[in-house]
T-cell receptor, first 117, second 111 residues
Framework: GAVVSQHPSRVICKSGTSVKIECRSL??????MFWYRQFPKKSLMLMAT?????????EQGVEKDKFLINHASLTLSTLTVTSAHPEDSSFYIC?????????????FGPGTRLLVL | DAKTTQPPSMDCAEGRAANLPCNHS???????VYWYRQIHSQGPQYIIH???NNETNEMASLIITEDRKSSTLILPHATLRDTAVYYC????????????FGKGTKLTVNP
């Protein structure tokens, strides 16, 4: 399967600071990537769809000014959590849309665990 | 809302086949059945997907009923590393279609 990486895997920051998380498709190009968050013992919740070269599409209830998404190339999308607060502590996961033989699959990164103190 | 129904948990003995059911009675003709799993503290892992024919790959087999209202994911020889939450997701491909994760089935493989 295709490989998606995330960096960093774990980050601890102080309240009020901003944190950037990178999502890379390593062996394929992805015009569309997705960002999810997951709270303990809960399922993944889609935050936004990241489109290469255009603005991201946010799900209802997700603050676009707080969660900045940039998809500047076909292999990289970034999520910046601005002015982070303890309630932003969560597991953030990205995925990338992959096409082969007219079949679509999303491949996920390993996730980034954010802890805001 | 997820369009699928899965049992919340299942147990399986190591070395035996694990059969995970999924109901998707409202599936549309152009919707695929996807299976993912998530091992604790990791990102979801793609397993397999299909439209109407049964599918097999190196990880698992997917059996879809003729009316497409249900399916079964089969792990032929479960190992302890297969312990995870398994998600059955129904969706079309491409466009603005999203992966909507339900609660999944927590599969525990016991030694």
């Amino acid at each position: 399967g295709a490989v998606v990486s995330q960096h960093p895997s774990r980050v601890i920051c102080k309240s009020g600071t901003s944190v950037k998380i990178e999502c890379r498709s390593l062996d394929f190009q992805a015009t569309t990537m997705f960002w999810y968050r997951q709270f303990p013992k809960k399922s993944l919740m889609l935050m936004a769809t990241s489109n290469e070269g255009s603005k991201a599409t946010y799900e209802q209830g997700v603050e676009k000014d707080k969660f900045l998404i940039n998809h500047a190339s076909l292999t990289l999308s970034t999520l910046t959590v601005t002015s982070a607060h303890p309630e932003d502590s969560s597991f953030y996961i990205c995925s990338a849309r992959h096409w082969r033989d007219r079949q679509e699959t999303q491949y996920f990164g390993p996730g980034t665990r954010l802890l805001v103190l | 809302d997820a369009k699928t129904t899965q049992p919340p948990s299942m147990d399986c003995a190591e070395g035996r086949a694990a059969n995970l059911p999924c109901n998707h009675s409202t599936i549309s003709g152009n919707e695929y059945v996807y299976w993912y799993r998530q091992i604790h503290s990791q990102g979801p892992q793609y397993i397999i997907h299909g439209l109407k024919n049964n599918e097999t790959n190196e990880m698992a087999s997917l059996i879809i009923t003729e009316d497409r209202k249900s399916s079964t994911l089969i792990l032929p020889h479960a190992t302890l590393r297969d312990t995870a939450v398994y998600y059955c997701i129904v969706r079309t491909q491409g466009g603005s279609e999203k992966l909507v994760f339900g609660k999944g089935t927590k599969l525990t493989v016991n030694p």
